[in-house]
Nanobody
């Protein structure tokens, strides 16, 4: 099992940046594919980005491509999401997730509690 804790959310003006972190417990972090998802009020949860076990392969939703960067540090059991050029439509609760499959679907085994990101116009 793995427990995930997100941090780094907050309120930022449009065009600004935030860096989210996802800290994982346990000694098997490197065995998990990791992903970031988000859910805006009244909307379904959607994929933001995925990163494979080594960090060598990544996938981004079209809506964040070129603005967000997913990364991981297996030695520190931590995953990151660098978010630049933020837009009001990026406002959502952001969740990190861990699983065994490299997938864009929300078929992950473990989820964090979420961190709120609010982008003001």
């Amino acid at each position: 099992q793995v427990q995930l804790v997100e941090s780094g959310g907050g309120l930022v003006q449009a065009g600004g940046s935030l860096r989210l972190s996802c800290a994982a417990s346990g000694r098997t972090f490197s065995s998990y594919v990791m992903g970031w998802f988000r859910q805006a009020p009244g909307k379904e949860r959607e994929l933001v980005a995925v990163i494979n076990r080594s960090g060598g392969n990544t996938y981004y939703a079209d809506s964040v491509k070129g603005r967000f960067t997913i990364s991981r540090d297996n030695a520190r059991n931590t995953m990151f999401l660098q978010m630049n050029s933020l837009k009001p439509e990026d406002t959502a609760v952001y969740y990190c997730a861990a699983g065994q499959r490299y997938t864009t679907r929300d078929e992950y085994d473990y989820w964090g509690q979420g961190t709120q990101v609010t982008v003001s116009s």
